[in-house]
């Protein structure tokens, strides 16, 4: 392996622990992404001579950790007196330097990319930039958006969170921590959702997205690791990326569940999905992230739609409509009641949920109507709902898709 | 290279494993998935419970539900890495087996680590 590569694998495994462990000497992201450059700098002129070390991951951090020190040594004393205070620790920086944190850095980096007083968008940003160690112009060309913008974006969060001394404050604990965790799980959530249906764009979906996301979720699930929540999470990312195999066929047209070819499903995402959630359930998990990576399993083991239990996820999806209050999960709980008994039964929860201000606009809404009223033969009014879902849709691929099914209802 | 690394328990302290476990192991499949060395993985059920051993011996093919006599040891799980040489897969295992020590004390067992054949050159 070349020197470049070897100095890319390393950043990209290794910048959350490196980056936690600078924030926590320096206590600020800017001054510890900064010390992290100038580290690959310096392993970028240095291995092509001597050769990549034995372990690149170890030489970083070495390397970065010593010139964090010499920074604080050049005369830093005030803004590490003002963190020890802040932060309220002992420690020196010499002890902080052995010890082993590296769970807590990292979880504390985790924390600081999902803060409050940063918009769901910027923590997206943040945290593939900071947690999954990617560059803006990877974050640009995952976001369809230009480098400039991404760039503008991570500075202005990064004065954002200066200005809120964010880097500065103490560990969460108790309910603000398992808030903070909360935050960070929908964060990644939201990342693996806009890489598997692309909200806007000519793609259906991004799968590099969603497959960061599946690392930051595990990511996660390493540093919390006694948090069943976040085993559930990775549990239900890896069970949803099983199918990305079969999302779209060889034209890259979106194929939608009823007539996903099954064989081509991920079977080992599948397998570590299992164990992810079953490790989640024997830790005494039953929140949100459970119920969905259950309602996933469901999906994974059956060999069809009509051999699915649409009864058991009706059922799950009721109980996730009475933990998150979401009408978006009542939507999805009336797809399933439609398939367990019947469609007349799903068109009533959906008539309901068509009051609902949340899902103005919201294109699955006449989507999965049209699908109910096509199952009860009413093709003229399903036409009308796919035609009505297609204008709502921000998506091309998907645009196209619910346009070809109001056509073929009408049959065109 | 991909190895199948299958868990053989000697020695179960109490019935059910403390959740201590569940974190320590749960922390490591979690890192082994973030650094993409986990292919597969998956826990098996005791076979006194569920399962058969089929023998051919003197020329006759029998399956045998259980009782089965050969309790003392089992196959609890196994998982597939995919690292670059033997070494690394072992030192998964002792990371794996060293979780049980802290998560689960006085648990005794061992991990056979087997290497798949690569695919068959013509």
């Known amino acids: 392996m070349d020197a470049a590569d070897a100095v890319e694998e390393a950043w990209r495994s290794e910048s959350p622990r490196l980056l936690g462990a600078l924030l926590r000497i320096t206590r600020d992201l800017d001054r510890a992404e900064d010390v992290a450059q100038e580290a690959l700098a310096q392993a970028l002129a240095q291995w092509p001579a001597t050769g990549v070390p034995d372990n690149p991951a170890a030489w970083l951090m070495t390397t970065a950790r010593r010139r964090a020190m010499d920074l604080f040594r050049a005369g830093e004393r005030q803004q590490r007196a003002y963190a020890e205070v802040a932060a309220g620790v002992e420690e020196t920086v ?74 500065l404050e103490e560990e ?25 249906a692309a909200t806007a764009g000519e793609d259906w979906m991004r799968p590099a997205l969603c497959a960061e996301a599946v690392r930051v979720a595990a990511i996660l699930a390493t540093v919390a690791p006694d948090e069943p929540e976040a085993h559930a999470l990775l549990a239900l990312l890896e069970l949803q990326s099983s199918r990305l195999p079969a999302r779209v066929d060889d034209a890259g047209e979106p194929v939608l569940l009823d007539d996903q070819d099954r064989t081509r499903w991920d079977t080992a995402a599948i397998s570590r999905g299992y164990a992810a959630l079953r490790l989640a359930v024997d830790l005494g998990g039953d929140g949100p992230y459970v119920v969905q990576a259950a309602i996933a399993v469901e999906h994974a083991r059956a060999p069809s739609v009509a051999e699915t239990d649409w009864v058991r996820i009706a059922a799950l999806y009721a109980r996730l409509a009475r933990a998150t209050n ?29 009051a609902a201000p949340a899902l103005a606009g919201y ?50 | 290279m991909k190895f199948i690394c299958m868990i053989h328990e000697t020695h179960r302290p109490t019935p059910e494993p403390p959740p201590e476990l569940f974190a320590a192991i749960g922390g490591l499949q979690a890192e082994n998935t973030a650094d993409g060395s986990i292919v597969e993985v998956g826990g098996l059920r005791p076979v006194q419970e569920i399962g058969a051993i089929v023998t051919l011996t003197g020329g006759s093919v029998s399956t045998t539900d259980g009782p089965f006599v050969e309790s003392k040891e089992l196959v609890g799980g196994y998982a597939v890495y995919d690292v670059p040489d033997a070494a690394a897969a072992a030192e998964k295992c002792a990371k794996f087996l060293a979780a049980h020590k802290e998560g689960w004390p006085g648990w005794e067992g061992w991990i056979e680590v087997r290497a798949y054949y690569e695919a068959p050159a013509p």
């Not at chain 1, 969460?172 to 960070?184: D, N």
């Not at chain 1, 999960?329 to 797809?335: D, F, G, H, S, T």
């Open chain 1, 172 to 196: 969460p604990v108790g309910t603000e921590r398992a808030e903070r965790l909360a935050s960070v799980m929908a964060v990644v959530y939201l990342l693996f959702n806009e890489g598997y």
């Open chain 1, 94 to 167: 010499e002890d902080s330097y052995d010890v082993d944190h590296v769970e807590d850095d990292v979880l504390r980096l985790m924390f600081l990319c999902c803060h409050p007083s940063l918009s769901d968008d910027t923590r997206t940003v943040l945290t593939l930039r900071m947690v999954a160690g990617l560059s803006s112009r990877e974050i640009a060309r995952a976001y369809l958006t230009s480098e400039a913008t991404v760039a503008t974006r991570i500075s202005r969060a990064k004065r954002t969170l200066a200005s809120a001394r964010a880097a």
């Open chain 1, 363 to 412: 294109h699955l809404l006449p989507a999965v109507r049209g699908d109910l009223l096509a199952r009860l033969g009413r093709d003229d009014e399903a036409a009308m709902e796919f035609v009505r879902a297609a204008e709502l849709a921000t998506n091309d691929r998907e645009r196209t898709l619910l346009l070809g099914r109001a056509d073929r209802l009408r049959g065109c």
């Open chain 1, 326 to 354: 979401s009408v978006v999960i009542e939507l999805n709980r009336a797809v399933a009641l439609g398939m367990a008994y019947g469609a007349e039964t799903g068109l009533r929860v959906v008539d309901e949920l068509a």
